[in-house]
């Protein structure tokens, strides 16, 4: 089995993140430093405008944490991979790209929070589960999940979830809002990939700021929050990208933008 498990490649404009880990995509260490590599790869690409978070896998999405290596190492060991888990996931919520988990299969654990730190998140139909049952171990979500899964769905329900290690199929993760669309999973990747480059013909210095905004004002007072937007709206009436949404608007056509 190759070393290599968490490849980025793009085929502009879009950028992939791959994870492929045999049997289940489960993460240790260097899964988790690769998967880091790849986000910081993605990030600095020109070429790439929306990045989709994908499995290799048929079944398997991600079965979370690798078991046996947690309960082989040290507390201090398993501690330096949450560490690494945090600061690789925090990397996409940093990021003005937006980032699509695209899930073909079963999302567990740290499975389900990698998807959590992407932006969105299309689900394929299936008898699959996602959710985060690390109470069965003892443990709690600890990479995001106990931070995101509330913001996401609201604290009550999250709570629930997490104390009863509770697993959901894929339209019960739609009705919650784990996930934002279901569709047929023969058509998971098409409909992924479409969708991401709609986004990526936008404009993406707006996008990008849009999720600025959203990300780090949620967590300001309101007038703060407030004072933020009026920050990244200002430089935005200087771009290129706005003088062309005027202008189309104005002639009646579709904008061409380019992202300046």
Same mark, same amino acid.
């Given at each position: 089995?190759?070393d290599?498990?968490?490849?980025?490649?793009?085929?502009?404009?879009?950028?992939?993140i791959t994870?492929?880990r045999?049997?289940?995509?489960?993460?240790?260490?260097n899964?988790m430093?690769?998967l880091?590599s790849?986000?910081e #790869?993605?990030?600095?690409?020109?070429?790439?405008? &929306?990045?989709?978070?994908?499995?290799a896998? @048929?079944?398997?999405?991600? #079965?979370?944490a690798?078991?046996?290596?947690?309960a082989?190492?040290t507390?201090?060991a398993?501690?330096?991979?949450i560490?690494?888990? *945090?600061l %690789?996931?925090?990397?996409?919520?940093?990021s003005?790209?937006?980032?699509?988990?695209c899930?073909?299969? *079963?999302? =567990?654990?740290?499975?389900?929070?990698?998807?959590?730190?992407?932006?969105l998140?299309? %689900?394929?139909?299936?008898r699959?589960? =996602?959710?985060?049952?690390e109470v $069965?171990?003892?443990?709690?979500?600890?990479n995001?999940?106990?931070?995101r899964?509330?913001?996401?769905i609201g604290a009550?329900?999250?709570?629930?979830?997490m104390?009863?290690?509770?697993?959901v199929?894929?339209?019960?993760a739609?009705?919650? /809002?784990?996930v934002?669309? &279901?569709?047929p999973?023969e058509?998971?990747? @098409?409909? $992924?990939e479409?969708?991401?480059?709609?986004?990526? #013909?936008?404009p /993406? =210095?707006?996008?990008?700021?849009?999720?600025?905004?959203?990300y780090r004002?949620?967590?300001?007072?309101?007038?703060?929050?407030?004072? !933020?937007?009026?920050?990244l709206? @200002?430089?935005?009436f200087? $771009? @290129?990208?706005a003088k062309?949404? !005027?202008?189309? !608007?104005?002639?009646?056509?579709?904008? *061409?933008?380019? /992202?300046?």
């Amino acid at each position: 089995m190759s070393d290599q498990v968490v490849t980025f490649s793009q085929s502009a404009p879009l950028g992939y993140i791959t994870l492929d880990r045999p049997p289940a995509n489960s993460y240790e260490i260097n899964y988790m430093r690769q998967l880091d590599s790849a986000i910081e #790869a993605a990030d600095g690409s020109d070429e790439a405008k &929306v990045i989709i978070l994908r499995s290799a896998s @048929e079944r398997f999405f991600s #079965a979370g944490a690798d078991i046996k290596a947690f309960a082989a190492n040290t507390p201090e060991a398993n501690m330096e991979m949450i560490r690494t888990a *945090h600061l %690789a996931l925090d990397k996409m919520g940093a990021s003005r790209k937006v980032f699509i988990a695209c899930i073909n299969g *079963h999302a =567990l654990g740290a499975g389900l929070e990698m998807t959590l730190a992407c932006d969105l998140r299309i %689900a394929a139909e299936g008898r699959y589960k =996602l959710g985060l049952p690390e109470v $069965t171990l003892g443990l709690l979500p600890g990479n995001g999940g106990t931070q995101r899964l509330p913001r996401l769905i609201g604290a009550n329900k999250a709570l629930e979830m997490m104390i009863q290690g509770q697993t959901v199929g894929p339209e019960d993760a739609l009705r919650l /809002g784990i996930v934002n669309q &279901v569709v047929p999973a023969e058509d998971l990747v @098409e409909k $992924t990939e479409a969708y991401a480059k709609k986004l990526a #013909a936008g404009p /993406g =210095l707006a996008i990008g700021s849009i999720k600025q905004a959203v990300y780090r004002g949620i967590h300001k007072p309101l007038r703060e929050g407030l004072a !933020f937007e009026r920050q990244l709206m @200002e430089p935005l009436f200087h $771009t @290129e990208d706005a003088k062309e949404g !005027f202008n189309a !608007f104005a002639e009646k056509r579709q904008p *061409h933008y380019k /992202g300046r």
